[in-house]
């Protein structure tokens, strides 16, 4: 089966030639003196993707989940009270990590569909008047429902409650493919990978860390070793690694930031745009439903599509493979057999999106769907030459 074919899940997403190239290299000696002029500039040029200047960029060997443990083991002790809301299976394991740390979850449960509920977190905010809770958690794109939520109003919220709890955030599939402002949005801790917006392969976790997240990392008593923010912040302050770092993910970094700065970072929001909304219109012409409740929760890095009644989401995404060689994201949790997930996110163009749609189109006739074959790509394909004269008007 050919590897051209791209990939549709909401992660690890397809990496461009440019960055398996920048990937494949020789081993270097990270203790020589050149390792230094690598790693110093990759960390401060990542600083513009979190939108932050204040903050501190941390990476480990990891996936994202990693760094989910980094972000909680550096700043909390056990039996800390922390507020998370649980809407999907990412925030779901979000939940799991930090009552496996003994940390005391309070969870708030919202619909699959919804996002972080910034009224909910301001009452039980405000109702803690001893500032128990120690930090909020929030995912900012929920990868199981298509959901992004909004983390201005999460911390909106905690200002208006008064209350100082550190904001944590999950952006690993949002980032570097729709605006983060973790200045703006006062985020304590930005968690990402690379194997999402970066377009890299998996195995490195990506932290922004504030200064008020790194005082809270002075008495915060959770063990931590390989992950401590202290060790890494010491090594990587004179060029240097606590232990062998991932270099080649480091090289594959510093391309994909150049990458995505040429393009420009507002050029590459839009276009994540623009294709979400060419696959939303398809799935509108399909007359079926994205489990995201509102438009201002949709997603533009993944839509999660419910199937119609009395069709199961998982063979559709099994024939999509067996028969075209093409993967789509599965329903996860809650929504599995209910739903699949179309991947928007990365290195992608209105012709990938367009094959993928033809594709899931052919999938879903060959299992007697009730779509019409082509009427999702026509629909997609109008909105992108729409989209495209409206941008050529606007520039001229
Ligand atoms: C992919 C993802 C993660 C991290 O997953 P890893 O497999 O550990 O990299 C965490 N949160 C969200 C929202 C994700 O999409």
Same mark, same amino acid.
């Not at 903050?55 to 990891?62: K, L, N, R, W």
């Not at 606590?242 to 480091?250: G, H, R, S």
């Given at each position: 089966?050919?590897?051209?074919?791209?990939?549709?899940?909401?992660?690890?997403?397809?990496?461009?030639?440019?960055?398996?190239?920048?990937?494949?290299?020789?081993?270097?000696?990270?203790?020589?003196?050149?390792?230094?002029?690598?790693?110093?500039?990759?960390?401060?040029?990542?600083?513009?993707?979190?939108?932050?200047?204040?903050?501190?960029?941390?990476?480990?060997?990891?996936?994202?989940?990693?760094?989910?443990?980094?972000?909680?083991?550096?700043?909390?002790?056990?039996?800390?009270?922390?507020?998370?809301?649980?809407?999907?299976?990412?925030?779901?394991?979000?939940?799991?990590?930090?009552?496996?740390?003994?940390?005391?979850?309070?969870?708030?449960?919202?619909?699959?569909?919804?996002?972080?509920?910034?009224?909910?977190?301001?009452?039980? +905010?405000?109702?803690?008047?001893?500032?128990?809770?120690?930090? =909020?958690?929030?995912? &900012?794109?929920?990868? $199981?429902? @298509? /959901?992004?939520?909004?983390?201005?109003?999460?911390?909106?919220?905690?200002?208006?409650a008064g209350h100082p709890a550190?904001?944590?955030?999950?952006?690993?599939?949002?980032?570097?493919?729709?605006?983060?402002?973790?200045?703006?949005?006062?985020?304590?801790?930005?968690?990402?990978?690379?194997?999402?917006?970066?377009?890299?392969?998996?195995?490195?976790?990506?932290?922004?860390?504030?200064?008020?997240?790194?005082?809270?990392?002075?008495?915060?008593?959770?063990?931590?070793?390989?992950?401590?923010?202290?060790?890494?912040?010491?090594?990587?302050a004179t060029g240097g690694f606590?232990?062998?770092?991932?270099?080649?993910?480091?090289f594959g970094l510093k391309e994909? +930031?150049?990458?995505?700065?040429?393009?420009?970072?507002?050029? =590459?929001?839009?276009? &994540?745009?623009?294709? $979400?909304? @060419? /696959?939303?219109?398809?799935?509108?012409?399909?007359?079926?439903?994205?489990?995201?409740?509102?438009?201002?929760?949709?997603?533009?890095?993944?839509?999660?599509?419910?199937?119609?009644?009395?069709?199961?989401?998982?063979?559709?995404?099994?024939?999509?493979?067996?028969?075209?060689?093409?993967?789509?994201?599965?329903?996860?949790?809650?929504?599995?057999?209910?739903?699949?997930?179309?991947?928007?996110?990365?290195?992608?163009?209105?012709?990938?999106?367009?094959?993928?749609?033809?594709?899931?189109?052919?999938?879903?006739?060959?299992?007697?769907?009730?779509?019409?074959?082509?009427?999702?790509?026509?629909?997609?394909?109008?909105?992108?030459?729409?989209?495209?004269?409206?941008?050529?008007?606007?520039?001229?």
């Open positions: 089966m050919s590897d051209q074919n791209p990939v549709f899940i909401p992660g690890p997403t397809n990496i461009p030639d440019r960055l398996r190239r920048a990937m494949m290299m020789q081993t270097r000696d990270h203790r020589a003196p050149d390792f230094v002029e690598t790693l110093r500039p990759v960390l401060e040029q990542s600083k513009k993707v979190f939108g932050t200047k204040d903050g501190q960029i941390i990476t480990f060997p990891a996936s994202g989940t990693g760094g989910w443990e980094a972000a909680v083991t550096n700043t909390l002790s056990p039996g800390d009270k922390v507020l998370i809301a649980r809407y999907g299976m990412f925030s779901h394991r979000w939940i799991d990590l930090c009552q496996r740390h003994g940390l005391d979850v309070q969870i708030i449960e919202c619909d699959w569909g919804t996002g972080a509920p910034a009224a909910e977190f301001e009452k039980v +905010l405000k109702a803690d008047t001893t500032h128990a809770i120690k930090s =909020v958690m929030v995912t &900012h794109n929920e990868t $199981a429902t @298509g /959901v992004l939520s909004d983390i201005g109003a999460v911390r909106r919220a905690m200002n208006a550190l904001l944590m955030v999950d952006a690993v599939s949002s980032l570097a493919s729709v605006p983060f402002k973790m200045d703006d949005w006062g985020v304590d801790i930005c968690v990402s990978g690379s194997q999402k917006g970066f377009m890299l392969t998996t195995g490195m976790a990506i932290l922004a860390v504030s200064p008020k997240a790194l005082a809270a990392m002075e008495t915060a008593k959770l063990p931590r070793t390989f992950f401590d923010f202290r060790d890494m912040m010491k090594a990587n606590p232990y062998t770092p991932p270099l080649q993910l480091i994909s +930031l150049d990458m995505l700065f040429e393009e420009g970072l507002d050029n =590459v929001y839009a276009r &994540h745009h623009r294709l $979400a909304e @060419g /696959v939303r219109r398809a799935v509108a012409a399909w007359g079926l439903k994205l489990v995201a409740q509102s438009p201002d929760l949709y997603s533009d890095t993944v839509s999660a599509i419910y199937v119609p009644e009395g069709f199961n989401s998982n063979a559709l995404t099994d024939h999509a493979f067996h028969a075209y060689g093409v993967s789509f994201g599965v329903g996860l949790g809650q929504m599995n057999g209910k739903a699949f997930r179309i991947g928007h996110l990365g290195m992608l163009t209105e012709v990938m999106v367009l094959s993928g749609l033809a594709t899931i189109e052919m999938a879903m006739a060959d299992l007697d769907y009730p779509v019409k074959l082509g009427s999702g790509v026509a629909a997609a394909q109008d909105y992108f030459r729409k989209s495209r004269a409206d941008a050529v008007k606007s520039a001229a």
